[in-house]
Antibody, heavy 118, light 108 residues
Framework: EVQLLESGGGVVQPGGSLRLSCVDFGFTFSRHAMSWVRQAPGKGLEWISIITGDTHTTYYANSVKGRFTISRDNSRKTLYLQMSSLRADDTALYYC???????????WGQGTLVTVSS | EIVLAQSPGTLSLSPGERATLSCRASQSVSSSQLAWYQQKPGQAPRALMYAASTRATGIPDRFSGSGSGTDYTLTISRLEPEDFAVYYCQHYGTSTWTFGQGTKVDIK
């Protein structure tokens, strides 16, 4: 069974940095593109980044481009999101999700909460 | 950038009724690039449909999807108590992925 477990969330001051991790338990991690999606409190879903499985090609939403970096370590079956220059509007629950053949997100973690506040 | 507009914002129905949710794209998208998700309070989203009309693994056949171009629809033929939730459409493109703002289906 596919299981994704995010970690690394917490409270950080505006302008600060944080690195999120997402560990895969149960599937061939390197074969799948992986995404980060966030959800601000009481709001909808916002896609923020994706990384391909083998070529490590990356894409970002405009809202995080230049501030966030997605990466992966296939040997550790781990996805990362390095976040810098954090702002209050980055406060959200951050989900990692597997991409099915580069299309939709077929498996999701339970999320890790990031709060940007002074 | 493609924008997805979902309607209505909230749909109030009773169990057993039919639910019809709309997702309209700001420009034409391929039906192979449209998905739907369900999210219940305190839970991660769950994939329902992809390629507009293909049910994801384990999704019951009371859920169906259709559409083309700019207009897509998710239909729940007979609402079960567990179907009351928020539903999102998603476009997955070549370099950007976009979600609609969601439609809440609540109990009338």
């Amino acid at each position: 069974e596919v299981q994704l477990l995010e970690s690394g969330g917490g409270v950080v001051q505006p302008g600060g940095s944080l690195r999120l991790s997402c560990v895969d338990f149960g599937f061939t991690f390197s074969r799948h593109a992986m995404s980060w999606v966030r959800q601000a409190p009481g709001k909808g879903l916002e896609w923020i980044s994706i990384i391909t499985g083998d070529t490590h090609t990356t894409y970002y939403a405009n809202s995080v481009k230049g501030r966030f970096t997605i990466s992966r370590d296939n040997s550790r079956k781990t996805l990362y999101l390095q976040m810098s220059s954090l702002r209050a509007d980055d406060t959200a629950l951050y989900y990692c999700a597997r991409n099915f053949n580069g299309t939709h997100n077929d498996y999701w973690g339970q999320g890790t909460l990031v709060t940007v506040s002074s | 950038e493609i924008v997805l507009a979902q309607s209505p914002g909230t749909l109030s129905l009773s169990p057993g009724e039919r639910a019809t949710l709309s997702c309209r794209a700001s420009q034409s998208v391929s039906s192979s690039q449209l998905a739907w998700y369900q999210q219940k309070p305190g839970q991660a989203p769950r994939a329902l449909m992809y390629a507009a009309s293909t049910r994801a693994t384990g999704i019951p056949d009371r859920f169906s999807g259709s559409g083309s171009g700019t207009d897509y629809t998710l239909t729940i033929s007979r609402l079960e108590p567990e179907d009351f939730a928020v539903y999102y459409c998603q476009h997955y493109g070549t370099s950007t992925w976009t979600f609609g703002q969601g439609t809440k289906v609540d109990i009338k």
